[in-house]
């Protein structure tokens, strides 16, 4: 069960200062101490909360807080700021008001750090995703690059803002933020120049200088060193706790999320650069022929580089710092400035283009961070102004004078909203009421912006009237003016009272505030107000290259000058503030009053007086009274019967009658006692919180129950409709089902039916075919038997037929052999007694007869080997022998036909089959190739006519050799000529004899039994031509060289037979040496020749390839 929490739950002193008892002043500031000393330091007026600045970080604002504030009541938690917050988050969400957010406070008593809580909180509980998301980052990130140039370190605070922002956050109808848009309100330019002791220059120079890297420094032209610079103070430039080089990255960022383009943030260090380097520049006099003094630039170095920087000319700017044209009814006229006027022209630079840097750079978040999408939209506003400020010694000058103005007039808005429209209310409302006392400050203001007599309008007069116009004359205005005033205050007044007083002195005024009294030191006021930039300057800034520098100042633009004097920043101001409140009154208030404990800037100190102090000019006791004395709660009885009307049977759902006497029934059936709520005429007040929360409270319970209503309708009638769904679906399924079920049966049993026919019809044919096969088997069997009896009688029929013509035959013979012998024994005594051998004999001449002319047929070829069979077996022998005898005759009778050369042919091919037969395997290729003896055709070739003629006899062969080489078993072809008597070897080519060798001085030849065509011709010991050494040659016609060389030997009778050796190793005599000649088989098949190698001195190894 959820654990009911409540602000009175562990209250440390009282958490709303409408329940402090008793109430006075003490007893408040003790509260507040004691809550302080307790680390609370956020207490509630009602719906008002006061802060307590702590100076230090406190757990309070983790993201588990923001969860425990969400969407829980005001006062149902300890105070805090996320409860305002989450109050005005959510009016704003669910009941469609516009709401603002006021924060105020004393410089440094935290508004700047409120206003950011409060938007971290509503980023922290607003709706979520992409888009939403980056509004919400660039929204926040807003902050870091506006603190950065507008806040600074003061006396106060380090972390001052120098400038007044209001910012309204835009939402959607459900509550997430599309975008949002900041007003600034007059930024304290007057620190560009110069400081208050102990205080520094606008974060931004610090951070530039510590936290740039040395290359935009050096683009900016800038050094790191602060001393440099005229307008940084140097005496608090560096601040604890502040780390100026983080914060520059820390913007940088910031602006890149925001979406400034890098070329924008680099046009805006520039500016920046170029106020440091303006600051720089120096003035010296230089006299006059009339005079007077002129002032020159001393060191140009700073100028020459601002110059740079912004893309002015030099001479441009230098002259703007020399001369002033006053333009006066289309009259020019051209005065030079003096040394002081320079200084002031300078500075009046510096602080107007710094300022409206600022300016624009809040014109350029808006532009990123205004909403995209144009519905309406409901709006949350901040606002962080400069707190009410008073410096000692009556230091306070124009700007002190402008914020308290506007403290002033929130002070006012504050008053209108609680405590004046709380009490008019009242009366509208006809509720009894006792007045309750207060101060209005309404007086004041008028003091200050009354059109006719107001301060701000007479410094206006006095700026704008002609004649010689000083801070002395405003004085004496207002002291003319003002002088009766309650609230205004001058040592020149004509109220003694002041005469004599000197905490005031002469040149000073004071007012008193409702904050208290404020020394206001006149000097400057209509220098400030009238704010006065001479019109060469801006013309030489519009001359500017530097696009930006352009934009910041359009009145220097030459085609739109203007005479007009533009309006005075006292007058701009009071026409801002206005805009302002009246934005503020259409929104719902929402208030945080900040409280600065202690004056030293550190944690746990509590000075009463300082407390008090602004407690006291706060009005914040008056307004708890207010708060007491009235109602806590208002609305009209409407919304209220509307809000709560499910609390009573007789309202809920409708009430019929009036609303208020519905709430009427309403309260009295809820039993609120009578006294904690009146009736007004158009609203019921309730007194107090509590009552409002036990009434939200039963709200919530019955809305829950309501809640449970709802939903178990809702879930009954989603159970009935799915139910019927169900049901329905159930019906048509079911059908469906048995649908389906019906046609499975239908198929099987239709099926089943086809099996059972199919099985009957199959049997039954089996039964007609096997009554079939039966009767068939009968016929065959019938068919067969009788087959087989047919056969047997056949059989029977046919051996008694055999056995009848053998018998018949039998009867022949006999009948033969007995009638032979009868024509024998009848005819013997007719024939002699050796008839019978020449009957033999004439039947074998008959017989052989008849064998001869059947051999008749064979023909004369000798190839052919044809013979008929033999016909008797008788005639084997000379079968045979007369086949031979026949064949040798018809190879006679072919032989007698040869010519002389062919029969010479025949015996040189027979020689040649005596000689290789059998013996060398080159043999039975060169049987069919025809001896031609002259294969160069040496007799008709012309190319060897020479050698021809050198022949004695007539050439034998005639060819081509190859003579070995001993050297490397290489051959060179030779042309080889045989005649009767000699062989020659001539050169191929020219046909010169090289060797004539008589045929009897060759002793024999040598060949290989392989296929080769390599043959030695050896030479006879001693004879005459040995010395040349034998010859060891190849040729293609091998064998028919030495059939030839063999035949010339045997038919010449005058000398021996040539020997012809066959083996496969023989000896070759070269010269001196024997080499041995040996052939392998199967050796490197290079092509179908053999190919001879020398293997060594003695060795020629021939391989020869494998037949
Ligand atoms: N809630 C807080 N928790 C912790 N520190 C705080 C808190 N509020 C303020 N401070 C501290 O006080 C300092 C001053 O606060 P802040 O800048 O908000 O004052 P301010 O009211 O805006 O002053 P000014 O009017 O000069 O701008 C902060 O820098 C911070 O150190
Ligand atoms: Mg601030």
Known sequence: MEVKTSLLDNMIGVGDMVLLEPLNEDSFIMNLRNRFDHNEIYTYIGSVVISMNPYRSLPIYTPQKVEEYRNRNFYELSPHIYALADEAYRSLRDQDKDQCILITGESGAGKTEASKLVMSYVAAVCGKGQEVNKVKEQLLQSNPVLEAFGNAKTMRNDNSSRFGKYMDIEFDFKGDPLGGVISNYLLEKSRVCKQPRGERNFHIFYQLLSGASDDTLMKLKLDRD????????LDSANVNGLDDAASFRTVRNAMQIVGFMEAEVQSVLELVAAVLKLGNIEFKPESRVNGFDESRVKDKNDLKEMCELLGIEQSVLERAFSYRTVEAKMEKMSTTLNVAQAYYARDALAKNLYSRLFSWLVTRINESIKAQAKTRHKVMGVLDIYGFEIFEEGDNSFEQFIINYCNEKLQQIFIELTLREEQEEYIRED???TNIEYFNNAVICDLIENNQNGILAMLDEECLRPGTVTDDTFLDKLNTICAEHQHFESRLNKNSKFLTDHSLPHSCFRIQHYAGKVLYRVEGFVDKNNDLLYRDLSQAMYKATHSLMRQ????????KVNLKRPPTAGFQFKASVGVLMKNLQTKNPNYIRCIKPNDKKVAHIFTDSLVCHQVRYLGLVENVRVRRAGYAFRQPYESCLERYKMLCKKTWPHWRGPARDGVEVLLTDCSVPTEEFAYGRSKIFIRNPRTLFTLEERRRACLEDLATLIQKIYRGWKSRTHFLLLKKSQVVVAAWYRRYAQQNKYQKIKSATLVMQSFIRGWKARNILRQLKYEKRCKEAVTTIAAYWHGTQARRELRRLKEEARRKHAVAIIWAYWLGLQVRREYRKFFRANAGKKIYDFTIQRIMQKYFLGLKTTTMSPMDNSWPAK???????????????????????????????????????LEASEIFKDKKALYPSSVSQPFKGDYLEIQKNPKYQKLNSAMEEKVLLADLVNKINRANGKGSPRLFLLTKSNFVLADQKTGQVKASVPLPDLASVSVSTQSDGFFALKLKEGSASASKGDFLLSSEHLIEIITKLHRIGTTAADRDQINIDISDEFLVQFKQDKVCVKFIQGGPKNGNSAACKRKNNRLLEVSVPSP
């Open 871 to 909: 016909p008797y077996g008788f005639l084997e022998g000379a079968h045979t022998q007369l086949r031979r005898i026949f064949h040798l005759w018809r190879c006679k009778k072919y032989r007698g036909q040869f010519t002389e050369e062919k029969k010479a042919v025949y015996e040189e091919k």
């Open 226 to 233: 602060f001393s440099k610079y005229n307008y940084l103070s």
């Open 552 to 559: 910041l100042f359009p009145e220097g633009n030459p085609a």
């Open 431 to 433: 509720i009894e009421w």
